[in-house]
């Protein structure tokens, strides 16, 4: 027996032994399999992480690669950026002790463009006023939820529905003689929006410098003039000046074209552009045109964009044409007699005021901080966007969907990448 009883005391100690270096082995080979796997998430958050700053940076335009040492996370990162075609990659490498990580982001990304979403015929951020025979043909909106904020006197007429603003009560916003009954003001109905309307002003486009200035352009006394692109090239022209009913002509020869010019002055003549190339018109200081004058009558309001930077208010008077797509960073507009602006107005100004016999062909005005008057028998064909808005005696606006799908484009600051996989 006890023989037999060292021989048990001896397997179990054995036992023992083995079981702990088993166990040790055991604890050492997870505790690497943890130390490893940390190591590996950690090279993969610092890739994910650097990945993400890349995508936000394409956003804001920046497409360089990036590459460093990330002192709070341990370890360090690599980022190219790849282009193929419209596609762009993003494929970032995190390392951390010795164990690297990649993360590739595919992004489709295009030119960044304005697109204001204009579904009204008038929207009226604050208040509005309609007297007279004026006419909405088309719905209407305003952010507005105080009483009598849209005032009717006289006959107007809404032919479309009225949504004033979140948690506003229509009835009272809507400020109408009785006797007619509010359906037969707005045929439409009236009701509230959900949330506010939002319209901002796309960003301006930057001019360039008054560098390298050439002579004015003076035409008067019969000297009608044709001239090349090529030969102004990029140079400022300090002032165009145009009488005595002349013309000038200028030859895109095929190509786009940027006009630099300080004052286009054009008191009794007309401006015109050959060729398939579009034109960009800036104005730096002031725009006239007067009398029966025409610029771009030969051609369509899309060829041409002009930029207005002046402060003084832009008169079109008597009975001129001009087809172009119009932005006025700050500038008042007026549109009288039977002048004609035959393309889409945008401006940061404060008044727009359309009067008389004014055709104002403009498919969009969009005014968001300005207050827009239409009087007499001024009218809209396409949509105002304004903060106040005002029509007396016959003036009209008719909604064309059509034409304000058709905005200038106009690239905004930045875009958001669009993210096609994440691996």
Known sequence: MGRFA????????????????????????????????????????????????????????????????????GGSYDVEIVQVADTMYVRSTGLFEGNEYLVEVKLAVSDPIWTPDITHAVFAGSSMNMSGSASIIGDVGTNAITANAITFTGNPQITGGLVVGPGGDPEEVLNAPSWKGTDSWVSGGVSSASQAFQFE???????????????????????????????????????????????????????????????????????????????????????????????????????????????NEVDFAGATTFKSNFYAETANIKLAGSGGLQGHVITGGNNVEITGAAEAISRVIYAPNASVELTGSGSVRGSIVSNTFSATGASTVTFEEDNTTEMPEIKTESGSPNILYWN
Do not use: C
């Not at 890739?47 to 394409?58: D, E």
């Not at 050439?214 to 145009?242: D, E, F, Q, V």
């Not at 013309?247 to 286009?264: A, K, M, S």
């Open 6 to 73: 060292l021989f048990v005391v001896f397997g179990l100690t054995f036992a023992l032994i083995t079981y702990n270096h088993t166990l040790k082995s055991v604890m050492l080979s997870s505790h690497l399999e943890v130390t490893n796997g940390y190591t590996l998430t950690q090279a993969q958050n610092i890739a994910q992480s650097a990945a993400m700053i890349k995508v936000r940076q394409v956003g804001q335009g920046d497409e360089s690669p990036i590459s460093g040492t990330w002192e709070e996370m």
């Open 201 to 311: 002003l796309p960003p301006f486009v930057d001019f360039p410098p008054q560098t390298n200035p050439g002579g004015s352009i003076s035409l008067s006394g019969g000297t009608s003039s044709i001239i090349k692109a090529s030969s102004i090239g990029s140079s400022y022209i300090p002032a165009i000046n145009i009488s005595g009913d002349n013309t000038l002509t200028i030859d895109t020869e095929g190509n786009d074209v940027t006009l630099h010019v300080g004052d286009l002055n054009v008191q009794q003549g007309h401006i015109k552009f050959l060729g398939d190339g579009e034109v960009t018109l800036l104005v730096e200081d002031n725009i006239t045109l007067n009398g029966s004058s025409t610029i771009n009558d030969n051609s369509f309001s899309e060829k041409v964009m002009t930029y207005y930077r002046g402060d």
